[in-house]
């Protein structure tokens, strides 16, 4: 239903949220379905089987949480490619599906067209991984840069001078190697402000919170309306 709503692409968070990978693949049919918004599976850590497991669900791309080193981003971009690339496992009989391409030869042509062209990108939210940015970059295979700005702001543990520093320095890095770069935005006006900032990949609503604030404003209409009758 909210993939059918306009957005662009649909952030499936397996991070923060009790996701199992069924559940996740059902999330990725259903947005794909859509036609017009693109699903990105957040994975919860780097380890291969959750890469794997995305992908092969027919994920069109995926966040990976707390990169750090340029080791870490060659260890990822070589799990999302097929051999000679990478080194992804090949078995992926509905990861095709996503993708509109169906058929007996489904899964050939989804290794010859995707192969190498899913979506990398790795989210900065320490110290470290804002600090090696520039030598991740370095290694190439990755479409964007995901901001966690939440994780980033504890780890530099400093005064708002020194965030703000730290995220024009990440901002910067971006920019000069021409690479996209994203974050999390709470509300649609900060996603706004982002937008202007150069932020094109942003997370600009929260299916909870949607539900949450639709919620408890027709509540708050209904005892509006309520008192007003029986005043």
């Known amino acids: ?45 780097q380890a291969p089987e959750w890469l794997r497991w995305a992908l092969d669900a027919g994920a069109h791309g995926i966040i990976v949480p707390r990169v750090e080193t340029p080791d870490e981003m060659r260890n ?45 990108i790795p989210q900065i939210e320490s110290i470290e991984g804002a600090a090696n940015l520039k030598a991740i970059l370095a290694v190439g295979g990755m479409d964007a840069v995901f901001v966690g700005p939440y994780n980033l702001s504890a780890s530099v543990r400093a005064s708002q001078e020194h965030i703000q520093d730290v995220f024009g320095a990440i901002e910067k ?27 094109t990949l942003l997370v600009a609503a929260c299916d909870v919170d949607c539900l949450a604030s639709s919620a408890s404003e027709n509540l708050e209409r209904a005892k509006g309306e309520a008192s007003r009758q029986y005043r």
């Open 1 to 45: 239903m909210l993939a059918a709503q306009g957005f662009d692409w649909a952030c499936i968070d397996m991070e923060h949220s009790p996701i199992s990978p069924t559940l996740m693949a059902e999330m990725v049919a259903a947005v794909a379905s859509s036609g017009t918004c693109v699903p990105i599976v957040r994975v919860p850590s």
């Open 76 to 120: 990822i971009t070589s799990l999302c490619s097929y051999p000679p690339l990478g080194k992804r496992s090949i078995g992926a009989p509905f990861a095709a599906h996503p993708f509109g391409i169906r058929g007996p030869r489904a899964i050939h042509e989804y290794m010859e067209a995707v192969s190498g062209n899913v979506l990398v």
């Open 173 to 199: 890095a971006a920019k000069d190697e021409n690479m996209p770069i994203g974050i999390y935005a709470a509300t649609g006006e900060v996603a706004w402000n982002k937008m202007k900032d150069g932020y």
